[in-house]
């Protein structure tokens, strides 16, 4: 047993409480204690600042990591111009690089107080389209990764058919696709049975309305009928346009059509949607994931996400593409967001932006059992300073709303993810992980 001892610690339903006392055993909290002064027993290992359950990063492409500051010159203007840039980097990846890259990814990931990843992988099969001799390598290098960098991951196993509605693959997209849906569903199954333990999902995707035909669909939601299913929705207005053109109905009925809407599904982005979408995906209970930071970054838009969490949508947060990751930062852009669309303040409150950041994220992903401080959680404990120039002044009691508005990743001090001392100090496990970034990006760029 590992014994914790908490400066400040954000306890369910959401409330800040002191001088907390968390224990750990085999990778789970087996208690809970406040004034941990009047608790017996040896005082354990001491977390300064306020301690948060661990953050889920419900939307991930690990290898975009690599496009960091090379995509922000004036030519390149929009969302479709920066894919031509990723594809150059996609079509340059192996096993290898992409798992060094990746590994370095999570560990950045990992230092902002990150314990748990969905990474929506489509780089399934060599630049040409050829599958690897283990036709899952690629994927297996990823959980490799994840678990290397200490955090958990749900690996949301991309089926990606076309290269637009009716249009075959070409060029590197030649190495997402499988072909079918059947094809797909078999190396899923193959994947699903060899990768084994608690700290892996593996679940499923649909890229886009655009990239699985419409008669496909519904098969990919039969895999995946107990597991987690995340899709890409309506993140440009081209893609409405598509999908009006061809099915006569948006991305979002188009998938309840296909019965793919639900609580164990994913809508990612969500951006541009009418009030039709809004109740559709609401109604079913599922739950979208906002990425605030990349969709700025590439003028998507700004998501309707306050109409969609009232209409009954869970939030999640994803960094996406890696503009940046910090999932403060995507938690209060939230806010900040719809204060640009409204002229208004006041959305969202603290304990609802920590839930999207925390347990409602991880719970997207298949893993119900973590993101909160709480006895037979998953033992995810995030540390963050209090005493930062960012964060310094003010009162125990707004300690979160501090956080939340005011904190970022460099103010991550400790990170325990599934019982494991994964960042103490500030420093990784692994080391230097800039200097993992700088080599991993190298050989890729």
């Known amino acids: 047993m590992t014994t914790y001892t908490c400066e400040l610690a954000w306890l369910p339903p959401g409330r800040v409480a002191r001088e907390v006392r968390v224990e750990v055993q085999g990778g789970r909290i087996t208690a809970v204690s406040e004034d941990a002064g009047q608790v017996t027993g040896p005082p354990g290992e001491r977390l300064p600042g306020l301690v948060l359950p661990g953050l889920a990063n419900a939307h991930s492409h690990a290898f975009h990591r690599a496009l960091r500051g090379r995509t ?8 479709w111009s920066w894919r031509e840039q990723m594809y150059a980097v996609a079509a340059r990846l192996d096993p290898d690089t992409y798992h060094e890259l990746a590994r370095a990814t999570f560990a950045e990931m990992a230092l902002a107080g990150v314990t748990c990843v969905g990474e929506f992988h489509y780089l399934h099969h060599g630049p040409d389209g050829t599958p690897y001799e283990d036709p899952n390598e690629m994927g297996l290098a990823v959980v490799e990764a994840a678990r290397e960098a200490g955090i958990r991951v749900a690996l949301l196993d991309c089926c990606y058919l076309t290269g637009g509605i009716g249009v075959p693959l070409e060029g590197v997209q030649r190495r997402f696709g499988d072909g079918d849906v059947q094809r797909w569903a078999a190396r ?37 009928h107990t597991a987690p299913l995340h899709a890409h929705v309506s993140e440009q207005a081209e893609e409405n346009e598509q999908c009006h053109l061809a099915y006569g109905v948006s991305p979002t009925q188009l998938l309840r059509d296909q019965g793919l809407l639900g609580p164990r599904t994913t809508a990612v982005h969500a951006t541009h949607l009418d009030d039709d979408d809004v109740s559709l995906l609401g109604g079913a209970s599922t739950y979208v994931c906002m990425c605030p930071t990349t969709e700025r970054d590439l003028g998507d838009g700004i998501g309707p996400a306050r109409w969609l ?11 996406d593409s890696h503009a940046v990751i910090d999932l403060l930062e995507e938690a209060r852009t939230l806010e900040l967001d719809e204060r640009l669309a409204t002229g208004l303040r006041g959305h969202w409150g603290t304990a609802e932006l920590l839930d999207a950041a925390t347990a409602a994220g991880h719970a997207s992903l298949g893993f119900p059992d973590a993101g909160r401080l709480e006895v037979g959680a998953r033992a995810d404990l995030v540390a963050v300073r209090l005493d930062s120039v960012r964060t310094a002044g003010g009162a125990p009691d707004d300690a979160a709303t501090r956080v939340v508005f005011a904190a970022a990743a460099c103010d991550v001090t400790d990170v325990v993810a599934s019982g494991r001392r994964v960042v103490s100090g500030g420093r990784h496990v692994l080391g230097d992980v800039g200097r993992l970034l700088a080599d991993a990006v190298a050989a890729v760029t």
């Open 188 to 224: 899923v199954d193959d994947l699903a049975t060899s990768v084994t333990g608690e700290d892996v999902v593996v679940a499923a995707a649909v890229h886009s309305v655009r990239a699985v035909p419409r008669d496909q669909l519904a098969e990919v939601g039969s895999w995946s």
């Open 72 to 79: 922000h010159d004036p030519s390149q203007g929009t969302f």
């Open 309 to 319: 969490r009232d209409a009954g949508s869970p939030l999640s947060l994803g960094s």
